[in-house]
């Protein structure tokens, strides 16, 4: 059983009882998981997910977002949640180091189709999820000592917005929250990082498993409580402090490639007349300092190669993590000169705050160093907003483009809606 507090905000808060900044911060976040959908689709990654959900899940209650083919709620949950993922340009928290939308909004999402929920249902669902996902990941990793990826903690907050979607009381909200936490993923995230592989963050797996959870408990199965009662929720809002990528890569490399920007376009480097780069980092990022990706998961869990792509050609976008793009000569000349060392100060400081410097040095011994520089699009900078909406203009038009099926009416309405939902709700 809930804990009363617990089980008032899951289940009854409404929308329009959330804070106007909340309301248009998930707002917000629902435009960045619509681009970052529609662009991770070129991803290898998403197409096998699909095809095994199509295979393994099929249904006609929810959509896949890759292409528009009819799914089941638990497919559509988990080939959505790898799609979100699939170029780690998702947003992300700094304390749960992960990311939450990818597992929240593919579960509630398909449910939410399912059930015909309207539009202020489902965007409570979203809001309440993010804020049980971002409370279990925090405590998750308050009490383990391994790094667990997203899926371990997310799984939780897709079961709430799963069950709130789907109505249940709160025994069976409770039962699905505890089976959420009791199959919940392991998910040792840093050998996927370390050894780059479609595994990646287990928000796919996270999504699945909350709306299993769900469905599960809806029809009476039962599981042992969940050891998730915290009781300040609605007390403060944990999805102000999620922030939003600016690059398709590991979140540890953002400011090492907002750094490497700003010094080349501020000296103007010419990528040619450079002989040394200098990584300056925190040790979590120095960890993956691989030189020469030969994947599209080993260029996005890089250090290196965004770095030189980004000294090289002013710029790193979703084209440079993809293998045509990964032998790139110019960017593979300045992998090799680049060295990478940790900086004490900036260790102590992660994960709260996650600082780089980069220094270059020409070919006739011009030494140029930029200041520490944190990731662009973190909650405190004015620009969140600003990447959000570069990222919807550059990917939206391509929600046009998604193939449908013939007798997939409720795609199109579903997708209309989406783009509805997006615009009633963007200024909260």
Known sequence: MLPEGLSRFILELAWADMPSDVRSRVASLLRDFVAVSLAGRVTPTARVAVEYAASQHPGEAATSLFDGRRLAPTGAAWSNGVLANALDFDDGHRLTKGHPGANVIPAALA????????????????????EVALRAGIDLHARSCEYHASGAWGALGAAVAAARLLGLDPVQTGHALGLAEYHAPIAPVLRSVHDPAMTKDACGWGAFLGVSSALLAQRGFTAASSSFANTDLGSGWHVRDVYVKKFPCCRWSHPAIEAALVLRSEAQLEPHRVSKVRLSTFA????????????TEEAQYSLVWPVSVALAHGDFSVQHVLE??????????????????????FSAAFPARRFAVVTVESVDGVVYRSGATEAPGEPEDPGWAEIVQRKFEAFGDELSTVALRDDSSLSRRSREELLSLLARYDQG
């Not at 979590?284 to 994947?295: D, K, L, S, Y």
Request: net charge negative; glycine share 6%; aromatic share 4%.
């Open 111 to 130: 449910v939410a189709e399912a059930v015909g929920a309207t539009l202020d249902q489902f965007l409570a669902a979203v809001t309440v999820g993010y």
């Open 324 to 345: 045509p793009a990964l032998g790139d000569p110019a960017a593979s000349r300045l992998a090799s000169l680049v060295e990478v060392d940790v900086d004490p100060a």
């Open 284 to 295: 979590e990022a120095a960890a993956i300092a691989r030189r020469q990706p030969e994947t």
